[in-house]
C-alpha cells in the first residue's frame, strides 16, 4: 500500500530557528507536495517536485525553501521561523500522471513560539 | 486558470440522512477528478476519483459523477453515518506547464449527529 510518512506529527520551535520537515514516500513517485493548510483557507501550495534535485515555486513560497537530493525523500526548510509559520504542514507525492491522485502524509503540526 | 469550487459549510446532518456536497471546476484540458476526506488531525485520504467524462468514482457507499457538461462532480452518500464525520475536498488534476498540477477546493465540513 502507499505511504508517505513525514518525520513529526507535532513540533514546537522558536522563533528565529531553522526548522526541517521531512517527507519520504515508498512509491517511487516523481512528485512530491509540501502544503500548508490553515482554518478557511485550505490548503496552500508551498513548493513541489517533479524530480530529483528540481524544484518550482508553488503559490506560497516565501519564508520557505526546499530540497530533494533522492527521489523518495523531500523536505521542506524553514529559514528563520517566524510565529506566522505556526500552521499544519501537509507533504503528498503522486506518479507523473493527471490520472493518478495524490497521496498525502498525516501531517506535522507546527508551532512557532 | 483552473479552479475547483465548493459548497461551503459547515454541514451538519442527522444519521441517515442523504448527502450531497457540491463540486464545480474550471480546466482548460481534460483533467482528473477527486475526492478526499480528512479526519481531525490527519491528513487527506482519497475518497474516490473519475478520470474521464460520465466516469462514476464510488468508495464507501459516496459516490460522484464526472459531469463535463455541467463541469461538476458532486458527492453523495444515501444514508450518512456519525464516521461520516470530517472535511471534504474536491479536487483535480490537470497538465500544466511542467507536468500534472492539482487543485484543490476549500473543504466542506460535515458533522453526523445521532
Known amino acids: 500500500d502507499v505511504k508517505v510518512t513525514q518525520s513529526s506529527r507535532y513540533l514546537v520551535k522558536r522563533t528565529g530557528e531553522k526548522v526541517f520537515l521531512e517527507c519520504v514516500q515508498d512509491?517511487?513517485?516523481?512528485?512530491m507536495f509540501w502544503y500548508r493548510q490553515d482554518p478557511g483557507l485550505g490548503l496552500r501550495l508551498i513548493y513541489f517536485?517533479?524530480?530529483?534535485?528540481?524544484?518550482e515555486k508553488g503559490d506560497i513560497p516565501e519564508g520557505y525553501s526546499v530540497s530533494r537530493e533522492k527521489k523518495e525523500r523531500f523536505s521542506l526548510i524553514l529559514e528563520s521561523a517566524s510565529t506566522n509559520q505556526t500552521s499544519m504542514y501537509l507533504c503528498?507525492?503522486?506518479?507523473?500522471?493527471?490520472?493518478?491522485?495524490?497521496?498525502f502524509g498525516d501531517g506535522t503540526r507546527l508551532s512557532i513560539l | 486558470g483552473d479552479s475547483v469550487t465548493q459548497m461551503e459549510g459547515p454541514v451538519t446532518l442527522s444519521e441517515e440522512a442523504f448527502l450531497t456536497i457540491n463540486c464545480t471546476y474550471t480546466a482548460t484540458g481534460y483533467p482528473s477528478l477527486f475526492w478526499y476526506v480528512q479526519y481531525p488531525g490527519e491528513g487527506l485520504q482519497l475518497l474516490l476519483k473519475?478520470?474521464?467524462?460520465?466516469d462514476k468514482g464510488s468508495n464507501k457507499g459516496f459516490e460522484a459523477t464526472y459531469r463535463k457538461e455541467t463541469t461538476s462532480f458532486h458527492l453523495e452518500k444515501g444514508s450518512v453515518q456519525v464516521s461520516d464525520s470530517a472535511v471534504y475536498f474536491c479536487a483535480l488534476s490537470d497538465w500544466g506547464g511542467t507536468g500534472n498540477q492539482f487543485y484543490f477546493g476549500t473543504g466542506t465540513s460535515l458533522t453526523v449527529i445521532p
Open positions: 517536485s517533479y524530480d530529483v534535485k528540481m524544484k
Open positions: 503528498a507525492s503522486s506518479l507523473f500522471d493527471s490520472n493518478q491522485p495524490q497521496h
Open positions: 512509491m517511487d513517485h516523481e512528485n
Open positions: 473519475a478520470t474521464k467524462a460520465d
